[in-house]
C-alpha cells in the first residue's frame, strides 16, 4: 500500500473520531501530508492540523488553533487579504499542541500493529492539549480574562501570530478591557 493510502487510512480513522466530538468540516491535504480538521463554537472557529511524516504513518504534530470570527470581521477592513493562515489565526495553542517526546510515544504504539491502539494515542493526545486547550477559551471573554489580563504583553507572540496588537486591541475592544487605551498608547509608541 502507498504511503499516500496509508496516510488516508490514518486520516479517516482519526476524522471518525473527530466527528464525534463535533469537528465537521475537514480538508485532507496529501501534499502536506496533513488533515485539518474545523469546529465551530459561536463566535469561534477551532481548528485543528494534524500531520503525519513524508515517509511513514507515524504522528509529525497536531496543532490547535482558534479563529475568532468578529476579529477576522474587523481585522478584513484593515487588511483585505487574510489569506496567509497565520493572520486568520487568532490563537494558537500556547504549548503547541505538545512535545516532540509525546508524539514519539505516540508513534511507539505503532511497534505493536494495531492501528486502533495507535489511533486511541492520537485521539488521548488531541483530547489532553487541542480539546482542553479549546474548552478553556471559550468566548472573546475569556480570552481577554485569561491571557490577555493575565499575560505580560511581552509575551503575546507567543499566543497572537501575525498582527498581533491589532488583534489584542479588536479583542480588548470587543470585550470592554479596562485596559484597552493603556494597551492602544503602548502600541502606538512601540510603532
Known amino acids: 500500500m502507498s504511503i499516500l493510502n496509508q496516510h488516508k487510512k490514518i486520516f479517516s480513522l482519526v476524522q471518525v473520531e473527530l466527528e464525534k466530538l463535533g469537528f465537521t468540516e475537514f480538508v485532507y491535504e496529501p501534499h502536506f501530508y496533513s488533515l485539518d480538521a474545523t469546529k465551530k463554537f459561536g463566535d469561534l472557529t477551532y481548528n485543528l492540523t494534524f500531520q503525519l511524516l513524508s515517509k511513514s504513518i507515524s504522528l509529525g504534530y497536531v496543532y490547535g488553533f482558534i479563529l475568532v470570527n468578529p476579529v477576522n470581521?474587523?481585522?478584513?477592513?484593515?487588511?483585505?487579504d487574510l489569506s496567509d493562515n497565520n493572520?486568520?489565526?487568532?490563537?494558537?495553542?500556547?504549548?503547541?499542541?505538545?512535545?516532540?517526546?509525546?508524539?514519539?510515544?505516540?508513534?511507539?504504539?505503532?511497534?505493536?500493529?494495531?492501528t486502533g491502539d495507535y489511533i486511541m494515542a492520537i485521539?488521548?493526545?488531541?483530547?489532553?492539549?487541542?480539546?482542553?486547550?479549546?474548552?478553556?477559551?471559550?468566548?472573546?471573554?475569556?480570552?481577554?480574562?485569561?491571557?490577555?489580563?493575565?499575560?505580560?504583553?511581552?509575551?503575546?507572540?507567543?499566543?497572537?501570530?501575525?498582527?498581533?496588537?491589532?488583534?489584542?486591541?479588536?479583542?480588548?475592544?470587543?470585550?470592554?478591557?479596562?485596559?484597552?487605551?493603556?494597551?492602544?498608547?503602548?502600541?502606538?509608541?512601540?510603532?
Open 87 to 114: 493572520e486568520l489565526i487568532t490563537l494558537k495553542n500556547h504549548i503547541n499542541g505538545g512535545k516532540q517526546e509525546d508524539f514519539k510515544k505516540i508513534n511507539e504504539h505503532l511497534k505493536t500493529q494495531k
Open 73 to 80: 470581521k474587523i481585522l478584513k477592513q484593515f487588511i483585505p
Open 123 to 191: 485521539m488521548d493526545h488531541i483530547k489532553k492539549i487541542d480539546l482542553s486547550f479549546f474548552n478553556k477559551y471559550p468566548t472573546i471573554e475569556t480570552i481577554n480574562q485569561e491571557i490577555i489580563d493575565k499575560v505580560p504583553e511581552e509575551d503575546y507572540f507567543e499566543w497572537f501570530p501575525g498582527e498581533l496588537n491589532f488583534k489584542v486591541l479588536i479583542i480588548m475592544k470587543l470585550g470592554n478591557n479596562l485596559k484597552y487605551d493603556a494597551f492602544k498608547n503602548w502600541a502606538l509608541n512601540a510603532y
